[in-house]
């Protein structure tokens, strides 16, 4: 029997409530064992928390304490040892959005510190699995330069990241080696990379866009990122720059810096004069992520004169793979941090 369809005066369930009831808050570090002395001028700055940034499970319990379960510093260290394809990094602000009441159900948590049992065993990988899934090192037109669309290419500026995620597509050659997955490295030095990529462009007409990414510019050096970007620029056929960065998420104190500011401005300004679309990618997957520290740096990057700020999320079980939770980072993301959502794929 056909479901009766609801009149103008009746609305259909919805799967939420808007406004949002969430709270639009930074988090309180102090609740935390490993943060409680620690300042918000230390906080929000990008060098303490690269300094303080999580590498190994000894220093994830220091910063949670008692609030980490055994078993669950158990079950990470056995998918270190197993299963994963990263090696494990987290940033002190990124660490700060668990809800370590329950760490186990933390959507952040499943993805970022996978423990072994969180891994589907029942359905097999998709039989043209690969670990460069996206094939963009067998499109390099010079190394780090994929050219798989005609108007397109991606430059893969470096190989490392503020954080490493473990659903990362890039998990051939970015981040340390782990027992599952000896990493490709680079044979060319940066400078010689960037100039090959650029020589390139130059001789390419038909590119028209260029994500620059990696790994992930919040880590490569400003003056190095602000040159090849300005570089791009001087390219006449270039007409749209974007920079990824899942940092503005996991480190969003990096954008917050005044020679950051400073070179982006440089950059937009650049841009607007040139009639180049400039814009920055982000890669948030849960409401829980988007505090005011991001919608700061977000913010700044817009009035400095990008075009926007857009988010690619990844679909991932257990963390954003309901109607209500995907709704409710969209409308975070665009109410608070005037982010657009861009996309979601799947892992």
Same mark, same amino acid.
């Given at each position: 029997?056909?479901?009766?369809?609801?009149?103008?005066?009746?609305?259909?369930?919805?799967?939420?409530?808007?406004?949002?009831?969430?709270?639009?808050?930074?988090?309180?570090?102090?609740?935390? =064992?490993?943060?409680?002395?620690?300042?918000?001028?230390?906080?929000?700055?990008?060098?303490?928390?690269?300094?303080?940034?999580?590498?190994?499970?000894?220093?994830?319990?220091?910063?949670?304490?008692? !609030?980490?379960?055994?078993?669950?510093?158990?079950?990470?260290?056995?998918?270190? /040892?197993?299963?994963?394809?990263?090696?494990?990094?987290?940033?002190?602000?990124?660490?700060?959005?668990?809800?370590?009441?329950?760490?186990?159900?933390?959507?952040?948590? /499943?993805?970022?510190?996978?423990?072994?049992?969180?891994?589907?065993?029942?359905?097999?990988?998709? =039989?043209?699995?690969?670990?460069?899934?996206?094939?963009?090192?067998?499109?390099?037109?010079?190394?780090?330069?994929?050219?798989?669309? =005609?108007?397109?290419?991606?430059?893969?500026?470096?190989?490392?990241?503020?954080?490493?995620?473990?659903?990362?597509?890039?998990?051939?050659?970015?981040?340390?080696?782990?027992?599952?997955?000896?990493?490709?490295?680079?044979?060319?030095?940066?400078?010689?990379?960037?100039?090959?990529?650029?020589?390139?462009?130059?001789?390419?007409?038909?590119? /028209?866009?260029?994500?620059?990414?990696?790994?992930?510019?919040?880590?490569?050096?400003?003056?190095?990122?602000?040159?090849?970007?300005?570089?791009?620029?001087?390219?006449?056929?270039?007409?749209?720059?974007?920079?990824?960065?899942?940092?503005?998420?996991?480190?969003?104190?990096?954008? !917050?810096?005044?020679?950051?500011?400073?070179?982006?401005?440089?950059?937009?300004?650049?841009?607007?004069? /040139?009639?180049?679309?400039?814009?920055?990618?982000?890669?948030?997957?849960?409401?829980?992520?988007?505090?005011?520290?991001?919608?700061?740096?977000?913010?700044?990057?817009?009035?400095?004169?990008?075009?926007?700020?857009?988010?690619?999320?990844?679909?991932?079980?257990?963390?954003?793979?309901?109607?209500?939770?995907?709704?409710?980072?969209?409308?975070?993301?665009?109410?608070?941090?005037?982010?657009?959502?861009?996309?979601?794929?799947?892992?």
């Amino acid at each position: 029997m056909r479901r009766p369809i609801a009149s103008r005066g009746e609305s259909a369930e919805q799967p939420f409530k808007y406004p949002l009831e969430r709270v639009y808050a930074e988090p309180d570090w102090t609740r935390l =064992p490993g943060y409680r002395k620690v300042t918000r001028d230390d906080w929000e700055s990008a060098l303490w928390q690269r300094k303080n940034t999580v590498k190994s499970l000894a220093e994830l319990k220091e910063a949670l304490g008692k !609030l980490l379960p055994d078993d669950l510093v158990a079950g990470i260290e056995r998918d270190q /040892r197993e299963r994963a394809t990263m090696s494990l990094l987290i940033t002190p602000h990124m660490i700060n959005t668990l809800d370590e009441r329950d760490l186990w159900a933390d959507p952040l948590r /499943r993805y970022m510190l996978p423990a072994f049992v969180d891994r589907r065993t029942d359905w097999p990988s998709h =039989p043209r699995a690969a670990r460069d899934s996206l094939h963009e090192s067998e499109m390099w037109v010079v190394e780090g330069l994929t050219h798989r669309y =005609p108007t397109k290419v991606l430059a893969e500026m470096l190989s490392t990241c503020p954080q490493y995620c473990g659903h990362c597509t890039r998990m051939d050659l970015v981040g340390n080696s782990v027992p599952q997955v000896q990493k490709t490295r680079f044979a060319l030095a940066p400078k010689d990379r960037y100039a090959q990529m650029l020589e390139y462009l130059r001789n390419t007409r038909s590119v /028209r866009d260029v994500v620059v990414s990696g790994g992930d510019v919040a880590n490569l050096p400003i003056e190095q990122l602000e040159q090849f970007v300005s570089a791009l620029l001087d390219i006449e056929n270039i007409r749209d720059v974007r920079l990824a960065s899942k940092g503005l998420m996991g480190i969003p104190q990096h954008f !917050l810096q005044d020679k950051v500011l400073q070179a982006m401005e440089r950059l937009a300004r650049k841009a607007f004069e /040139r009639g180049v679309s400039l814009a920055l990618h982000t890669h948030i997957n849960h409401a829980n992520q988007v505090t005011p520290l991001v919608g700061r740096a977000a913010k700044k990057l817009l009035e400095l004169g990008f075009r926007d700020v857009r988010n690619q999320g990844v679909l991932l079980r257990g963390v954003n793979d309901s109607q209500k939770s995907l709704l409710e980072l969209c409308f975070m993301l665009q109410d608070h941090a005037h982010i657009v959502p861009y996309y979601f794929t799947g892992a």
